[in-house]
């Protein structure tokens, strides 16, 4: 029921928010969002690199685990391709159920070969047909471009576009209440998923012992990030205390840690921001929505820790190359993961796969992903808010001219009505 009020929320939210302001100002809300969620990325990439070659839990584990996991066919290149194929989808309505994706079909060929020795010999060759074809799950960045040029639209036509907006704002606030109303019955379904979890894992005290420097290596990273980079970008941007911020966020990271979720906890967010700090509507409904869709910094660091976490167990050693390959790889796919469960698992598949290391152990990483994705899910969710603070800074003196402007028209017009009344007075 949560996932259901994911879209009309964005939707809403995204449409009334960008109305509510001019198209040069929706502009730079949206390169200072973009540009913060890359940055926030590739720090959250380096921060999981360095702890992993300093810490080396693959290489202090020693685990030689027989598990194995289906490996993926997709290529980052397909990835980037259909992340830009899905920014602008050809229906709205089939958009809300699927999404563009590369599909791939095996053929396996026979030719009869010569040999050195004289006789034929069958060699067979497998070959990979791509092909566009569409896959279950929600284009959300499809519909997120598409709410910003109807929320630019209505910009534009504010008279004409009156109840349009009226509409979208009244769902907001609707969507927003229903929320509030389906989270009281969250706790109970999370605390059986993860009983189930834990029930589920063959061998609990060996798994956890084997694991723990991987997960202790992950959980270290995200509160470097969360505490000293996220608190240190808040602070130059505001010049006020972080920690004050972050108790306004406590519900929305609450949220985000037991829905596995940031869109879950885009209500929340807003509240802390709006209620709590009064920072602008106009800059808190553009840019939550829109980060959150984007940002996924806490998975970026999980991802970057678990490739060279995988790569160490399996004794493969890396170079500079390589690392700057699984930088870069991770900063991207991580604005466009797979609609897939466990999609950050299916990333890290990618990743290996793209570096020719096995990827047999990634199996080992289910064992706690339970914990991990509530942890890094969390993280998303605070450096989502942190996003409204720096874009209030780049933002707000546009915001302060544009209220000016509007003020100054009004009293021109009512100038103008008073000296017609006058005239008119005047004439009788």
Avoid at 251 to 278: L, Y
Avoid at 300 to 306: D, G, K
Wanted: proline share 3%; charged share 15%.
């Amino acid at each position: 029921m949560l996932k259901m009020m994911i879209l009309p929320l964005v939707i809403s939210n995204i449409i009334s928010g960008t109305a509510s302001v001019g198209a040069k100002s929706n502009g730079k809300m949206g390169l200072v969002s973009i540009t913060y969620v890359v940055v926030t990325n590739v720090i959250a990439c380096i921060i999981g690199v360095a702890l992993s070659l300093a810490i080396k839990p693959g290489q202090s584990s020693r685990i030689n685990s027989t598990l194995s996991v289906q490996t993926s066919g997709l290529e980052s290149q397909d990835i980037f391709a259909d992340l830009i194929r899905n920014l602008f989808p050809s229906n709205l309505i089939h958009a809300c159920t699927h999404k563009l994706q590369t599909q791939y079909k095996q053929k396996t060929l026979t030719h009869l070969v010569n040999t050195s020795q004289g006789p034929l010999i069958n060699q067979t060759i497998v070959e990979v047909d791509k092909s566009l074809g569409y896959a279950e799950g929600t284009n959300l960045l499809g519909i997120i471009v598409c709410s910003v040029l109807f929320g630019i639209a209505t910009s534009q036509n504010k008279d004409k576009a009156k109840p349009f907006l009226l509409f979208f704002t009244s769902m907001s606030d609707l969507v927003t209440e229903i929320l509030k109303w389906l989270l009281w019955c969250t706790p109970m379904g999370v605390l059986s998923l993860m009983v189930a979890s834990i029930g589920a894992i063959d061998d609990l005290s060996s798994t956890f012992i084997k694991l723990g420097l991987f997960v202790c290596t992950v959980i270290v990273g995200l509160v470097i990030h969360q505490f000293g980079i996220l608190s240190l970008i808040y602070f130059v941007v505001q010049r006020k205390n972080p920690f004050s911020f972050y108790s306004a966020q406590i519900p929305a990271w609450i949220t985000g840690f037991v829905s596995t979720s940031g869109a879950m906890a885009i209500p929340d967010m807003i509240r802390g921001c709006e209620e709590k700090h009064h920072f602008d509507k106009r800059i808190t409904r553009f840019t939550v929505p829109f980060v959150t869709t984007l940002n996924a910094d806490g998975s970026a660091l999980f991802i970057v820790s678990a490739v060279i976490f995988i790569s160490q167990i399996s004794g493969v050693d890396m170079n500079d190359g390589q690392i700057a390959v699984i930088l870069f790889l991770t900063a991207v796919s991580v604005m466009a993961l797979p609609s897939v469960p466990s999609s950050s698992i299916v990333t890290i598949i990618i990743i290996l796969t793209t570096l020719s290391i096995p990827s047999q152990q990634v199996a080992l990483l289910f064992t706690m992903e339970w914990l991990l994705d509530r942890l890094r899910s969390g993280c998303n969710v605070l450096s989502s808010a942190v996003s409204v603070p720096v874009v209030d800074y780049f933002i707000k003196s546009d915001f302060r001219k544009l209220d000016e402007d509007d003020k100054k028209a009004q009293m021109e017009n009512l100038s103008f009505n008073g000296d017609v009344l006058t005239s008119v007075k005047t004439q009788i």
